[in-house]
RNA sequence: GGGCCUGUAGCUCAGUUGGUUAGAGCAUGCGCUUGAUAAGCGCAGGGUCACUGGUUCGAGCCCAGUCAGGCCCA
């Protein structure tokens, strides 16, 4: 069965795709009410992961199960198709590549890996438009982001300033983390003094001491930090006074031959906040700053703050209010705003040995060594590598975050602590850096006059969407700045450089660029569903989008689900070490897609979810079950065409019952995406009420009633409502095992076209259902005390030879008495006697009579027909009724015809 | 280090507003059946509810802390 599904499915998809399924349900859906799952787009690089898998199948679930509920579910599946990750494997691959050349290259392997995961994705059962999925790259999406852009130009959200980032002065461009590596080198480790030009008291007179292993960036030097809770020693130092960590006294000492000689103040890093110390060389002071990052491993417990150098001095920048400088050039010179003309022109790592001998003369070197460490070099020209602050483009967070915050409260959060977690990255986020120093992206639309001045217009981002949605982005890369000047009408001698816009104003407009494009979507969507590192991520920039466009949420209510761990609970690696398989193609190939599915169904996807070999065994075992019953009411189906209720017992009326309360159940876990509670409804139903009970119990009737019995035929038209409700529920779940069950019952169309059952109410009997309770409390009794100890002392063999005496309460007895007959059945034994007892107890004796050669019952009657001796009466007379219209030997029950196997 | 979250049998999960000996399915063991048979049925074993304190007449459920794990930041 296993080698079975995973040829059968791809049969099937074949199938499926041949008759254009998924056009069909939309179709047969045309009018009705709409129910958008909007698709959150996966990067364009690797195999389908499980995680990825996990996203897709659960996002299936919606899809289908809002179909089933009657609603129009379209699904346009949407890939991701720019960033770093493409440009990076490209350039490695080839160097010297022209940008146009690596956009070219980046767009093949963009849309290799397209076509790889859209088969994937299909292969698991997936249904949506995918020959028309969006993509990020299309030129009509594209033309879509830098309208957006100029939306929010147009908004006065946009507005220019510095930032660090990585620089390599050897390919003179910006670089990403990934195009870092490491390496050592020895830069001169050195201790300034920067004397205090406020403060009173013991401070008076002393300075502060700051410790750097980067001497180019003092001309950047705005502040210096201290860690607010250390304690700081105002001392004398064999005749000047400083100030140092309490903590790094030894270090400091050790490293400068200055020893503490005496003690003068001491104080908290806050008491220091606010005091200006003079700058080493330039007319100006640092002001001291408090900072969480200063640490008391080296230096003096004093930062050299310079925000247009560092990630961390350019956060604490920001937050104190302080200036960005930055005088260094692309291949990093100094440039002459660093204020020394002597150093201007000079690259950085050369001049450092010059500002050293200088702060020497003047005084203000307190110790200078060499130092060996790691440090980032550029991946391709394997220069250091020098954080510089270059002109960057931002959003304007602090303008939409009351708008952004009132949104996040007007969606549904499942689980509900998504809405929390929401709240708290949008009320911390600085501004959004749009602007990326990168080619394989959406180009920035700005351009620069003579003078280098951006020129912000949001009618020339419409010109530029223009012709980018007829051309594609291509063209900012392919022309040059006089033939876009001309053709935007701007005047000769403006520019444009390089820029991309960050790839999550790509992702993050997808509302515009795809809900409110898209005939058959809408805005805003039901649902959005992505991993719980979207609130971060997808769902944060979708937001800000919206918010500033729109003053709303995109999105009504958002799911969140964990990410997939081994069974062990850890997370799984990408790196080399880990070496079990995560490629969703592995356990399909091994499992199938409706084993994978029933996994996803089967665990708490708001939590982490584990998943491994041993998991899916299991979960194989759980669709054996599932399948096995579909097999059997199938096969007990068989020839049926039809019939009634009239001759059914308590234990029909009981199952139908049931049925009612589990598609009640299903119904409400689909509509509250709790895919779990289908996956335990319908496993117990199926395992337990279905197979050890009714199945069990109605074998006998189904192989020996009369065929056309009024008994037997209401048993099959039960089974019927239990196979016609159990395979449209499992539907969205098992869609290939559902659909094949669905075609071996005779049943034209495919089940996806179907809706749910509806439970009837005027089925369910709870009275009926607590009496069952109670029966199967006694059947307990009758198995443990009686039957199982017999079959252990071999006595019996099969309970069908057992006559089992029931002890029961005597206020009970009359109403068992009056149930005898289907309380044999309902226990599958020969034979039940009541006598009255203080407690429920069960004894039993082999039965006395002889038994049926075509039921297996032992019976009195069995012998009394002559003519047919050994049978029973009800045998004998099923036995000629069949004789009468029939011409074979039918004697024995005909083993009916494995179906669906 | 900070924010959000998780931790119940070997596995996946239930455990209603705190209230009797904590449940299910699967897996395991033993047995039965051989008319669901690369199936089916029965019985059994298995949990100091992560740990430690606290509130309460009573806590898997409430509170605090610890440990372990996840995501996002730093």
Same mark, same amino acid.
């Given at each position: 069965?296993?080698?079975?599904?995973?040829?059968?499915?791809?049969?099937?998809?074949?199938?499926?795709?041949?008759?254009?399924?998924?056009?069909?349900?939309?179709?047969?859906?045309?009018?009705?009410?709409?129910?958008?799952?909007?698709?959150?787009?996966?990067?364009?690089?690797?195999?389908?992961?499980?995680?990825?898998?996990?996203?897709?199948?659960?996002?299936?679930?919606?899809?289908?199960?809002?179909?089933?509920?009657?609603?129009?579910?379209?699904?346009?599946?949407?890939?991701?198709?720019?960033?770093?990750?493409?440009?990076?494997?490209?350039?490695?691959?080839?160097?010297?590549?022209?940008?146009?050349?690596?956009?070219?290259?980046?767009?093949?392997?963009?849309?290799?890996?397209?076509?790889?995961?859209?088969?994937?994705?299909?292969?698991?059962?997936?249904?949506?438009?995918?020959?028309?999925?969006?993509?990020?790259?299309?030129?009509?999406?594209?033309?879509?982001?830098?309208?957006?852009?100029?939306?929010?130009?147009?908004?006065?959200?946009?507005?220019?300033?510095?930032?660090?980032?990585?620089?390599?002065?050897?390919?003179?461009?910006?670089?990403?983390?990934?195009?870092?590596?490491?390496?050592?080198?020895?830069?001169?480790?050195?201790?300034?003094?920067?004397?205090?030009?406020?403060?009173?008291?013991?401070?008076?007179?002393?300075?502060?001491?700051?410790?750097?292993?980067?001497?180019?960036?003092?001309?950047?030097?705005?502040?210096?930090?201290?860690?607010?809770?250390?304690?700081?020693?105002?001392?004398?130092?064999?005749?000047?006074?400083?100030?140092?960590?309490?903590?790094?006294?030894?270090?400091?000492?050790?490293?400068?031959?200055?020893?503490?000689?005496?003690?003068?103040?001491?104080?908290?890093?806050?008491?220091?906040?606010?005091?200006?110390?003079?700058?080493?060389?330039?007319?100006?002071?640092?002001?001291?700053?408090?900072?969480?990052?200063?640490?008391?491993?080296?230096?003096?417990?004093?930062?050299?703050?310079?925000?247009?150098?560092?990630?961390?001095?350019?956060?604490?920048?920001?937050?104190?209010?302080?200036?960005?400088?930055?005088?260094?050039?692309?291949?990093?010179?100094?440039?002459?705003?660093?204020?020394?003309?002597?150093?201007?022109?000079?690259?950085?790592?050369?001049?450092?040995?010059?500002?050293?001998?200088?702060?020497?003369?003047?005084?203000?070197?307190?110790?200078?060594?060499?130092?060996?460490?790691?440090?980032?070099?550029?991946?391709?020209?394997?220069?250091?590598?020098?954080?510089?602050?270059?002109?960057?483009?931002?959003?304007?967070?602090?303008?939409?975050?009351?708008?952004?915050?009132?949104?996040?409260?007007?969606?549904?959060?499942?689980?509900?602590?998504?809405?929390?977690?929401?709240?708290?990255?949008?009320?911390?986020?600085?501004?959004?850096?749009?602007?990326?120093?990168?080619?394989?992206?959406?180009?920035?639309?700005?351009?620069?006059?003579?003078?280098?001045?951006?020129?912000?217009?949001?009618?020339?981002?419409?010109?530029?969407?223009?012709?980018?949605?007829?051309?594609?982005?291509?063209?900012?890369?392919?022309?040059?700045?006089?033939?876009?000047?001309?053709?935007?009408?701007?005047?000769?001698?403006? %520019?444009?450089? *390089?820029? !991309?816009?960050? +790839?999550?104003?790509?992702?993050? =407009?997808?509302?515009?660029?795809?809900? #409110?494009? $898209?005939?058959?979507?809408?805005?805003?969507?039901?649902?959005?569903?992505?991993?719980?590192?979207?609130?971060?991520?997808?769902?944060?920039?979708?937001?800000?989008?919206?918010?500033?466009?729109?003053?709303?949420?995109?999105?009504?209510?958002?799911?969140?689900?964990?990410?997939?761990?081994?069974?062990?609970?850890?997370?799984?690696?990408?790196?080399?070490?880990?070496?079990?398989?995560?490629?969703?193609?592995?356990?399909?190939?091994?499992?199938?897609?409706?084993?994978?599915?029933?996994?996803? %169904?089967?665990? *708490?996807? !708001?939590?982490? +979810?584990?998943?491994?070999?041993? =998991?899916?065994?299991?979960?194989?075992? #759980?669709? $054996?079950?599932?399948?096995?019953?579909?097999?059997?009411?199938?096969?007990?189906?068989?020839?049926?065409?039809?019939?009634?209720?009239?001759?059914?017992?308590?234990?029909?009326?009981?199952?139908?019952?049931?049925?009612?309360?589990?598609?009640?159940?299903?119904?409400?876990?689909?509509?509250?995406?709790?895919?779990?509670?289908?996956?335990?409804?319908?496993?117990?139903?199926?395992?337990?009420?279905?197979?050890?009970?009714?199945?069990?119990?109605?074998?006998?009737?189904?192989?020996?009633?009369?065929?056309?019995?009024?008994?037997?035929?209401?048993?099959?038209?039960?089974?019927?409502?239990?196979?016609?409700?159990?395979? #449209?529920?499992?539907?969205?779940?098992?869609?290939?095992?559902?659909?094949?069950?669905?075609?071996?019952?005779?049943?034209?169309?495919?089940?996806?076209?179907?809706?749910?059952?509806?439970?009837?109410?005027?089925?369910?009997?709870?009275?009926?259902?607590?009496?069952?309770?109670?029966?199967?409390?006694?059947?307990?009794?009758?198995?443990?005390?009686?039957?199982?100890?017999?079959?252990?002392?071999?006595?019996?063999?099969?309970?069908?030879?057992?006559?089992?005496?029931?002890?029961?309460?005597?206020?009970?007895?009359?109403?068992?008495?009056?149930?005898?007959?289907?309380?044999?059945?309902?226990?599958?034994?020969?034979?039940?006697?009541?006598?009255?007892?203080?407690?429920?107890?069960?004894?039993?004796?082999?039965?006395?009579?002889?038994?049926?050669?075509?039921?297996?019952?032992?019976?009195?009657?069995?012998?009394?027909?002559?003519?047919?001796?050994?049978?029973?009466?009800?045998?004998?007379?099923?036995?000629?009724?069949?004789?009468?219209?029939?011409?074979?030997?039918?004697?024995?029950?005909?083993?009916?015809?494995?179906?669906?196997?």
């Amino acid at each position: 069965m296993k080698a079975g599904l995973t040829t059968r499915e791809p049969e099937m998809l074949a199938r499926w795709e041949h008759a254009g399924l998924y056009r069909q349900i939309q179709d047969a859906r045309r009018d009705a009410p709409l129910f958008v799952l909007h698709d959150g787009p996966p990067f364009a690089n690797g195999d389908v992961h499980m995680g990825t898998a996990l996203n897709k199948v659960l996002k299936d679930f919606i899809v289908k199960s809002r179909t089933m509920l009657g609603f129009r579910a379209p699904f346009v599946p949407g890939w991701d198709c720019h960033g770093l990750p493409i440009e990076f494997k490209v350039v490695k691959e080839s160097r010297g590549l022209s940008p146009v050349e690596i956009r070219q290259r980046s767009e093949e392997y963009a849309r290799k890996f397209i076509a790889i995961q859209r088969r994937q994705f299909r292969r698991l059962g997936v249904f949506g438009d995918w020959e028309h999925p969006y993509l990020t790259l299309d030129p009509s999406y594209e033309a879509e982001i830098i309208r957006t852009f100029g939306r929010l130009v147009e908004k006065g959200l946009v507005y220019r300033g510095k930032k660090p980032v990585l620089w390599s002065t050897g390919a003179q461009t910006a670089l990403a983390e990934a195009e870092v590596e490491y390496a050592q080198r020895t830069d001169p480790a050195i201790y300034v003094k920067f004397p205090l030009v406020s403060g009173t008291g013991a401070l008076e007179g002393a300075a502060l001491v700051i410790w750097t292993t980067t001497p180019w960036t003092l001309p950047a030097n705005v502040a210096i930090a201290v860690d607010a809770r250390a304690e700081y020693v105002v001392g004398d130092f064999g005749g000047t006074t400083l100030v140092v960590a309490r903590a790094l006294l030894e270090a400091f000492a050790a490293e400068t031959g200055l020893a503490l000689t005496g003690e003068i103040a001491v104080l908290k890093g806050e008491d220091l906040q606010g005091l200006q110390a003079q700058h080493p060389f330039l007319p100006r002071t640092a002001r001291v700053i408090t900072a969480d990052f200063v640490t008391m491993e080296t230096g003096t417990g004093q930062v050299h703050i310079a925000p247009g150098h560092g990630k961390d001095d350019y956060i604490a920048g920001q937050q104190n209010g302080l200036p960005t400088l930055s005088p260094v050039d692309d291949y990093g010179k100094l440039t002459e705003d660093c204020g020394m003309p002597q150093w201007t022109g000079k690259y950085v790592f050369a001049v450092n040995k010059e500002i050293v001998e200088f702060l020497r003369e003047n005084g203000s070197l307190l110790a200078a060594q060499d130092y060996t460490h790691d440090y980032p070099h550029c991946w391709r020209s394997k220069t250091p590598v020098v954080f510089r602050a270059v002109e960057q483009f931002f959003i304007r967070v602090d303008d939409l975050r009351a708008g952004a915050l009132e949104a996040v409260d007007t969606a549904v959060w499942i689980p509900h602590w998504g809405r929390n977690r929401i709240a708290g990255t949008v009320e911390s986020r600085p501004d959004w850096c749009i602007s990326r120093q990168r080619t394989w992206g959406v180009p920035l639309p700005v351009f620069y006059d003579v003078s280098g001045a951006p020129i912000l217009d949001p009618a020339v981002v419409e010109k530029v969407a223009v012709l980018v949605a007829a051309h594609g982005t291509n063209l900012w890369f392919a022309k040059d700045d006089a033939w876009w000047a001309s053709e935007l009408g701007l005047p000769p001698g403006t %520019s444009r450089r *390089n820029d !991309t816009l960050d +790839v999550w104003i790509d992702s993050g =407009v997808s509302h515009e660029a795809v809900l #409110r494009k $898209r005939p058959e979507l809408a805005f805003p969507a039901d649902v959005y569903l992505e991993a719980t590192d979207q609130h971060r991520g997808w769902f944060q920039s979708s937001l800000m989008t919206s918010v500033a466009m729109n003053g709303c949420a995109p999105y009504r209510t958002v799911i969140t689900h964990g990410f997939v761990v081994d069974k062990d609970g850890q997370k799984i690696s990408k790196s080399a070490e880990y070496k079990k398989p995560t490629h969703a193609e592995h356990f399909v190939d091994q499992y199938g897609a409706d084993i994978l599915r029933l996994w996803v %169904s089967s665990v *708490n996807y !708001t939590d982490e +979810v584990p998943f491994g070999e041993e =998991v899916f065994k299991q979960v194989a075992e #759980r669709y $054996r079950g599932f399948r096995n019953v579909l097999r059997i009411l199938l096969a007990n189906l068989s020839g049926f065409s039809g019939g009634d209720l009239s001759g059914a017992t308590g234990i029909d009326r009981w199952v139908l019952s049931r049925l009612q309360e589990v598609i009640a159940k299903c119904r409400a876990a689909y509509e509250a995406y709790d895919f779990r509670a289908v996956f335990e409804t319908l496993n117990q139903f199926c395992a337990v009420d279905l197979s050890a009970i009714y199945v069990d119990i109605t074998k006998d009737r189904m192989y020996c009633d009369a065929a056309d019995s009024p008994r037997r035929r209401a048993t099959q038209t039960v089974m019927q409502a239990c196979f016609d409700a159990v395979t #449209r529920l499992l539907a969205p779940i098992l869609v290939f095992t559902a659909d094949e069950a669905w075609e071996f019952a005779g049943r034209a169309g495919s089940v996806h076209l179907e809706t749910f059952p509806e439970p009837d109410a005027a089925w369910r009997d709870e009275a009926l259902e607590k009496q069952v309770e109670e029966w199967l409390k006694l059947r307990g009794v009758v198995y443990q005390q009686a039957i199982e100890p017999a079959r252990q002392a071999k006595t019996i063999a099969k309970p069908l030879e057992a006559r089992i005496t029931l002890q029961v309460p005597a206020d009970q007895i009359a109403r068992l008495e009056e149930a005898k007959n289907e309380l044999e059945e309902f226990f599958i034994v020969s034979e039940v006697h009541f006598v009255p007892g203080p407690e429920v107890a069960a004894s039993l004796a082999k039965s006395p009579h002889a038994g049926c050669a075509r039921c297996w019952r032992f019976l009195p009657s069995v012998g009394q027909i002559a003519a047919q001796a050994d049978l029973c009466d009800r045998c004998a007379e099923a036995v000629t009724a069949i004789a009468e219209c029939a011409d074979g030997d039918m004697g024995t029950p005909s083993p009916h015809q494995p179906i669906a196997d």
